[in-house]
């Protein structure tokens, strides 16, 4: 079955470059139409969309990051990645990535990894 | 941005007793909502999408209900393994957004 694991950088400093990596095992990452997303999840509150990639390279950001966000994918490693720019104590949450079903709800998660934003 | 409202914040139920959660569209999203729940530590998981059709494995004790703004989870005769975080996400306008959730703790 398929399963989804988060990896990356937990302690980042202010201004720097937050990065993460979805490693996707038991299937493939351009099989059946699905979205690969980042959603993340501050200390105390509540989760937000980041955006998503499809296999064919295409993404669509959440506008209140667009211009700090990038949403990659490696085919040949099954995975996709992202990269938050700049990042603030603002930034830290647990980040979860997770597989989108071709409608739009999020079927398979990640464990989820928590990135402190911190000097 | 269409703004997802859940009530109550937090909801205390006995086992075995029946829970009710809301949420509620700032706009339609029509029946594009789905209902996760979330335990600590643990990855959030998919219980109903297109606002009543329940997710693979997923007991028929979850049951949704709802279009246009207003819907609600329903889970019958709770137990113990049901005591979550519940959060509601509309995906019928981008950004995807989610509610800020509602804890179902045993009373």
């Known amino acids: 079955q398929l399963q989804l694991q988060e990896s990356g950088s937990r302690l980042v400093k202010p201004l720097q470059t937050l990065s993460l990596t979805c490693a996707v095992s038991?299937?493939?990452?351009?099989?059946?139409?699905?979205?690969w997303s980042w959603i993340r999840q501050p200390p105390g509150k509540g989760l937000e969309w980041i955006g998503y990639i499809y296999q064919s390279g295409s993404t669509y950001y959440n506008p209140s990051l667009k211009s700090r966000v990038t949403i990659s994918v490696d085919r040949s490693k099954n995975q996709f990645s992202l990269k938050l720019t700049s990042v603030t104590a603002a930034d830290t949450a647990v980040y979860y990535c997770?597989?989108?079903?071709?409608?739009?709800?999020?079927?398979?998660w990640g464990q989820g990894t928590m990135v402190t934003v911190s000097s | 941005e269409i703004v997802m409202t859940q009530s109550p914040a937090t909801l205390s139920v006995s086992p075995g007793e029946r829970a009710t959660l809301s949420c509620r569209a700032s706009q339609s999203v029509s029946s594009n909502l789905a209902w996760y729940q979330h335990k600590p530590g643990q990855a959030p998981r998919l219980l109903l999408y297109g606002a009543s059709t329940r997710a693979t494995d997923i007991p028929a004790s979850f049951s949704g209900s709802g279009s246009g703004t207003d819907f609600t989870l329903t889970i019958s005769s709770l137990q113990t393994e049901d005591f979550a975080v519940y959060y509601c996400q509309q995906y019928n306008n981008w950004p995807y957004t989610f509610g800020q959730g509602t804890k179902l703790e045993i009373k």
């Open positions: 997770a597989r989108g079903r071709p409608t739009g709800s999020f079927d398979i």
């Open positions: 038991g299937g493939s990452i351009t099989s059946g139409g699905y979205s």
